[in-house]
């Protein structure tokens, strides 16, 4: 299989990825927050996240790859912040680390957030369960968004996705994906001030949910998700 290319900078994604031969990458409830907290590690400092959902053998994310200067910046930032336990650099050091903060990051950076990303979380699944291998299907879905109305079917679709695999009968009783977390003030990977910007209202936001994303009108952003 061809490689896709990498993932660009300041472009909007559906990202979706499964286990290999259909394996579940969720085996307990525990491994639910492990998969959000090495999200939140690799991806949030180069991506910002609107919609999520985590299923037994698969999972869904809409985000949008930040600019290259936005990582550098976020790069920075975390840099400067982890020194010293907040002590910040003076003078030479801190010029020099600015030269290192802001070398090009290339092509693949982001793509290899994602490569680290899936490697962790695979890693800690494999030592806790005995398994050895590749955990995920490789390479790992995505589809650009390029449409506000993309924008927002993609995200009905994310979190209409539990229902629609038969895990539950009302996707809104699905614990694992973010429909609810935006609606609320709980601490998240999720920008929701930015969610609530596009939708413009939360009963706009709830009313496109109500409106239920067809196999047909996803296959334009949704090419080959997962049974």
């Given at each position: 299989m061809t490689s896709p290319s990498p993932l660009l900078y300041d472009t909007y994604y559906h990202i979706y990825n499964r286990g290999v031969n259909g394996e579940n990458i969720f085996i307990e409830e525990r491994n639910y927050d492990l998969f959000l907290k090495l999200y939140e590690r690799h991806i949030t400092p180069v991506a910002d996240t609107f919609a999520y959902c985590m299923l037994r053998n698969h999972f869904h994310v809409d985000l949008r790859v930040k600019s290259e200067e936005e990582i550098l910046e976020t790069k920075k930032t975390l840099r400067v912040s982890s020194v010293n336990s907040g002590q910040v650099k003076q003078g030479i050091l801190a010029n020099q680390d600015e030269g290192r903060t802001r070398k090009p990051l290339g092509s693949k950076y982001v793509s290899d957030q994602?490569?680290?990303?899936?490697?962790?979380?695979?890693?800690?699944?494999?030592?806790?369960?005995?398994?050895?291998?590749?955990?995920?299907?490789h390479p790992f879905g995505r589809v650009?968004?390029?449409?506000?109305r993309q924008f927002w079917n993609v995200i009905a679709y994310i979190h209409q996705n539990p229902q629609k695999h038969?895990?539950?009968k009302d996707f809104r009783d699905w614990k694992y994906s973010s429909y609810g977390i935006i609606l609320n003030e709980k601490h998240t990977?999720?920008?929701?001030?930015e969610v609530m910007r596009w939708f413009g209202t939360k009963e706009e936001y709830l009313?496109?949910?109500?409106?239920?994303?067809?196999?047909?009108?996803?296959?334009?952003?949704?090419?080959d998700d997962y049974d």
């Open positions: 994602f490569s680290n990303f899936f490697n962790a979380y695979a890693k800690t699944i494999n030592k806790a369960y005995g398994r050895t291998g590749s955990l995920f299907q650009p968004i390029t449409s506000d038969g895990f539950v990977v999720i920008n929701r001030g009313s496109l949910h109500k409106e239920w994303m067809s196999d047909a009108q996803a296959k334009w952003f949704a090419e």
